[in-house]
């Protein structure tokens, strides 16, 4: 059975459509823009759009932009008109929004859709491996910090359980790679129960076809590159789409970008990890080390 059409990831096809058929057509932004093909279709809007960052509107938008690209296939217009549609939907995210840091919103949608995601997390347990106990004893020790509201710690913990389910829905589950720290593993959040309770998890997960944990030790004895500092995502969309990645920074600001270069540069830092870290079947046995450590 298909997956259900998503919003974030339906802009961003459509976004990329729109700008493969405008360089075809051998037009810039500017010249688009200029010409006001679609009135108040500004350069940043427009600009907006072809990065899936905003709807276009309405249909007749996209019309006069194909007409304007020379595509007069009914079939391609119509196949496009139903992405339109399906972009323009609510995403399941969106009552969360609210609380979510920049960038985070698009970051969501692009997660929801990936087929496959890399990531990395140096400080803590990667998000999508956290328990419920874990995630709200993360929000509770920086909210003296954050002035966050009790409701933001509610709504955020549910963001991040729910973010989690692509890894068990029935439909297509995500491919996970992931690639802890230990010192990440041994930053005690919240009391050892709470700590415990993360490691059963973790090895649980570990234990789905469809998801790969290895861990980094604290001085790997041949490591082949140098450590991130900040955590990271590299998200694949399938082949027609291009790949994201996700990058935290110091400001709690999410920046995600779907640039060659930079997407490269990420998959190129991951594939040091992971050849520098443990093998996947050392990580149940690593976990349960150190369960009784904390538990002595």
């Known amino acids: 059975m298909a997956q259900k059409p998503r919003p974030t990831v339906r802009r961003i096809e459509l976004g990329y459509e729109l700008r493969q058929l405008r360089e075809r057509a051998g037009m810039t ?24 960052l905003t709807d276009l509107g309405m249909a007749s938008s996209l019309r006069a932009l194909l007409e304007h690209y020379g595509v007069t296939d009914q079939t391609d217009v119509d196949q496009l008109l139903q992405i339109q549609r399906e972009a323009s939907s609510t995403d399941w995210w969106t009552p969360f929004r609210s609380t979510m840091p920049s960038g985070m919103p698009r970051f969501v949608g692009i997660e929801s859709a990936a087929r496959e995601t890399w990531a990395f997390h140096p400080a803590l347990v990667l998000g999508l491996l956290q328990t419920e106990a874990y995630a709200r004893t993360l929000y509770r020790l920086a909210q003296p910090i954050e002035e966050t509201t009790t409701e933001f710690i509610k709504q955020n913990v549910e963001l991040r359980l729910r973010r989690k389910e692509a890894l068990t829905r029935s439909e297509e589950p995500l491919m996970l790679r992931a690639v802890l720290w230990e010192p990440a593993l041994r930053y005690l959040i919240g009391t050892p129960d709470v700590m415990r309770e993360q490691y059963e998890e973790i090895a649980r997960l570990a234990e789905l076809p469809n998801v790969t944990i290895q861990i980094l030790p604290l001085l790997p004895p041949k490591f082949r590159g140098y450590l991130p500092i900040h955590d990271f995502s590299v998200m694949h969309l399938g082949d027609v789409l291009p790949t994201s990645v996700q990058v935290d920074n110091a400001w709690s600001a999410t920046s995600v970008s779907d640039k060659p270069r930079e997407v490269g540069r990420f998959a190129r830092k991951f594939s040091s990890l992971t050849a520098s870290a443990a093998p996947p079947e050392d990580t149940p046995a690593f976990l349960q080390k150190l ?6």
């Open 29 to 52: 932004l500017e010249e688009v823009a200029d010409r006001q093909v679609v009135k108040g279709l500004y350069f940043s809007k427009l600009q907006k759009v072809e990065k899936g």
């Open 291 to 296: 369960t009784r450590e904390i538990t002595t």
